[in-house]
């Protein structure tokens, strides 16, 4: 098994994926607006954009979160570095 | 019979959610960056005898990410700017029902936010400045009707589907010059609202986005993990977004009220 990152461009790379999602969540949460005949829809589309970011905002810690599952094998053996690499390849293939 | 003068919509409310979205749209902007550079990272760093299933995951997973996050400022900004026009246009509307109470107020005609009919049968000014109160109250919520329905399309287009539908349009007026009279041509006539962050309404501005490093320039990737299939668009069993055609910006066709009520106002 080869390696895919030096380990601090994987270090970095895990931080500035957990950055963006931590960005994200922050910024997920819109005012409500009373607009009139239209306050209904907007507080649903406004709901759909929190939900929305909020999902956008989970796949980069989890992105983050496995590039960091896979740094203790990266340090070590071929053989368990393989395993880790495994475990990023499941975990990609599993998401939408 | 009466007429309400009052505007049901928190304009600054209004505002202040188009500002965050808009913000919130340069957030993900930010993001999209992010990730895009991390997929170019993975790109950079692939050991040469790497055999890629690995590094493909990688990469894949973070262009995928990164693309929807790009998707998905777009798709806020353009709320974000369908809510600050809507605002806009209320903010014009509320203007225009505001001179009218100040007209009905000066004719002894209102009653809170309400404009009564008159009572004195003899009082031919009265009686003058109720008729054109309400031909110019009813011009001012035929045009906030068309913001409604201007923002509820932007809204579908953001969730896929028309949610919303108010009816039938109102014809446009066919007078569209020197719409909303000036300020002050009318005696206690109310000025525009001052705003007290200096925000004028209008999303935050966001910078185009340069290719993201990497992606755009990588070699094909092969098919794995097979990427997620693109959406039809619009999605299959959803009611088609009608954009009534004369709706292109909410503030025009408030600017578009016809000069003639004006005139009956004295405005103009």
Aim: aromatic share 4%.
């Amino acid at each position: 098994m080869s390696i895919v990152f030096e380990p601090d461009v994987a270090l970095r790379a895990a931080a500035l994926l957990a950055d963006a999602g931590y960005d994200l969540l922050e910024a997920q949460r819109l005012p409500r607006a009373d607009s009139g005949a239209t306050t209904e829809a907007t507080a649903a589309v406004l709901a759909a954009v929190e939900h929305d970011v909020g999902d956008l905002a989970v796949r980069a810690l989890q992105e983050a979160a496995d590039v960091r599952a896979v740094l203790p094998f990266h340090l070590g053996a071929d053989d368990a570095a393989a395993g880790g690499y495994e475990r990023l390849e499941r975990a990609a293939a599993s998401r939408p | 019979m009466s007429v309400e003068t009052a505007l049901a919509a928190d304009v600054g409310a209004c505002r202040e959610a188009a500002w965050a979205l808009g913000r919130q749209a340069a957030r993900v902007d930010d993001a999209a960056r992010v990730v895009a550079h991390v997929a170019g990272r993975a790109d950079e760093t692939v050991d040469g005898s790497l055999q890629g299933r690995t590094a493909v995951a990688m990469h894949g997973s973070c262009r995928r990410l990164g693309a929807d996050l790009g998707r998905q400022a777009d798709a806020v900004q353009a709320l974000a700017d369908a809510l600050a026009d809507h605002a806009r246009a209320l903010q014009a509307v509320d203007d225009v029902l505001g001179r009218a109470r100040g007209s009905a107020r000066d004719a002894g005609l209102l009653v809170g936010t309400t404009v009564v009919p008159p009572t004195d049968p003899d009082d031919e000014q009265q009686a003058r400045t109720w008729a054109a109160v309400v031909r110019v109250v009813g011009l001012a919520r035929e045009h906030e009707q068309r913001a409604d329905r201007a923002w509820l399309d932007a809204v579908g287009r953001y969730q896929g589907c028309a949610p919303v539908r108010l009816g039938a349009a109102p014809p446009t007026p066919p007078d569209d010059a020197g719409w909303p009279p000036p300020q002050g041509a009318l005696p206690g006539g109310r000025g525009p609202r001052p705003q007290a962050d200096g925000r004028d309404g209008a999303a935050p501005a966001r910078p185009p986005r340069p290719p993201a490093p990497g992606v755009l320039t990588a070699p094909p990737l092969p098919a794995w993990p097979p990427p997620p299939p693109t959406p039809a668009w619009p999605p299959a069993g959803c009611p088609p977004v009608v954009t009534t055609p004369d709706v292109a910006s909410p503030a025009a066709h408030v600017l578009a009220l016809g000069t003639a009520s004006a005139r009956e106002l004295g405005w103009g």
